[in-house]
């Protein structure tokens, strides 16, 4: 059975930071691309970062432009884990943050071509 769990979200302050964290079972966790998606209120799900193995437990690194240089994805293949460290929080990145799944270690920019998906995790920043 696939699972997901992501957990690590909160309310922070502007400026503040967060690491969110999504645990992954049920499959083969090195052979997949795994992506962190965000959806805001009245908005559509997009893609925030995301990571493709690229064998000897390297791998590949994309972050959508508003979090360069703030957000690192990384992922752990001794526990099947990815995580997502936020820094210098702003109001724009209020949402609920999603890990996400597709097998083949491509990653995609389109959420239709991940299989498996987390419960979400809500990230609020505000004063």
């Known amino acids: 059975q696939v699972q997901l769990v992501e957990s690590g979200g909160g309310l922070v302050q502007p400026g503040g930071s967060l690491r969110l964290s999504c645990a992954a079972s049920?499959?083969?966790?090195?052979?997949?691309?795994m992506s962190w998606y965000r959806q805001a209120p009245g908005g559509e799900r997009e893609l925030v970062a995301a990571?493709?193995?690229?064998?000897?437990?390297?791998?590949?690194?994309y972050y959508t432009d508003s979090v360069k240089g703030r957000f690192t994805i990384s992922r752990d293949y001794a526990k099947n884990a990815m995580s997502l460290e936020m820094n210098s929080l702003n109001t724009e990145d209020t949402a609920v943050y999603y890990c996400?799944?597709?097998?083949?270690?491509?990653?995609?920019?389109?959420?239709?071509?991940?299989?498996?998906w987390g419960q979400g995790t809500q990230v609020t920043v505000s004063s």
């Open positions: 990571t493709a193995p690229t064998g000897d437990n390297t791998y590949y690194v």
């Open positions: 996400a799944g597709r097998s083949t270690p491509i990653y995609s920019s389109s959420l239709y071509e991940y299989e498996y």
């Open positions: 049920g499959f083969l966790f090195s052979t997949h691309a």
